[in-house]
């Protein structure tokens, strides 16, 4: 192990760091273009049916041909690889985000608007909070696909754990195979343990227990 982290540890810490930063800024931007979208599509529920199936076919495209494409147009800086990760990580929020304001019952929308709320603040104190559920899944599928997405970065040269994986798949070193698999996989679970407990801050308990 000692002689591992002479060798490696600092091109690891490199790695992880970088993995880490390009997950978070994508589902960050992510979240908020998704989670806009989904309320503009909830209010015209008609063009959601034609939209969203288009948004859809971005998920269909192979990862390493959408990153080489922004990288032809882009180059080879760090915002090709967010863009792309962004780009895929935006539909599972999206759907989930729609799905979730359009299934809230009309019956605790009419009651919000018989208290005298407005078509503001019924979406943001009624339908959104119940739709949480909703949301916060889609979230948990965004990032964690992501934390693999993210592995593609180093088919351009722009670092993550997949430069470890890669290297060693190049050079048949399974050591280093391991060394980018096994930090990727345990921060997909850390992201995915993050996400559960803001759901529990976030979500009261017998919301939580009617949308198991």
Same mark, same amino acid.
């Given at each position: 192990m000692?002689?591992?982290? $002479?060798?490696? @540890?600092?091109?690891? #810490?490199?790695?992880? !760091?970088?993995?880490?930063?390009? /997950?978070?800024?994508?589902?960050?931007?992510?979240f908020i273009i998704a989670f806009i979208l989904g309320i503009l599509l909830s209010r015209m529920p008609r063009r959601a049916n034609l939209i969203?199936?288009?948004?859809?076919?971005?998920?269909?495209?192979?990862?390493?041909?959408?990153?080489?494409?922004?990288?032809l147009y882009n180059g080879m800086v760090p915002s090709t690889v967010v863009i792309a990760l962004t780009i895929y990580a935006i539909f599972p929020i999206l759907k989930n985000t729609y799905v979730g304001i359009i299934n809230v019952s009309e019956d605790?929308?009419? $009651?919000?608007? @018989?208290?005298?709320? #407005?078509?503001?603040? !019924?979406?943001?104190?009624?339908? /959104?909070?119940?739709?949480?559920?909703?949301?916060?899944?889609?979230?948990?599928?965004?990032?964690?696909?992501?934390?693999?997405?993210?592995?593609?970065?180093?088919?351009?040269?722009?670092?993550?754990?997949?430069?470890?994986?890669?290297?060693?798949?190049?050079?048949?070193?399974?050591?280093?195979?391991i060394a980018g698999a096994i930090p990727a996989a345990i921060m997909a679970l850390l992201f995915s343990l993050a996400i559960d407990l803001l759901r529990k801050a976030l979500i009261p308990k017998q919301l939580r227990r009617d949308n198991k």
């Open positions: 000692s002689h591992f982290i $002479a060798l490696y @540890g600092k091109r690891l #810490s490199s790695a992880i !760091i970088t993995h880490f930063w390009y /997950v978070v800024i994508s589902i960050t931007i992510a969203l199936p288009v948004i859809s076919v971005f998920q269909t495209i192979p990862g390493i041909v959408f990153i080489g494409l922004l990288f605790f929308k009419e $009651a919000a608007k @018989g208290c005298g709320m #407005s078509p503001f603040q !019924i979406l943001m104190k009624v339908e /959104v909070p119940l739709a949480l559920p909703s949301i916060i899944t889609g979230l948990r599928i965004s990032t964690v696909y992501t934390v693999s997405w993210a592995v593609l970065a180093a088919m351009i040269g722009l670092g993550g754990l997949g430069e470890l994986i890669y290297a060693g798949v190049s050079s048949n070193n399974n050591t280093l195979i």
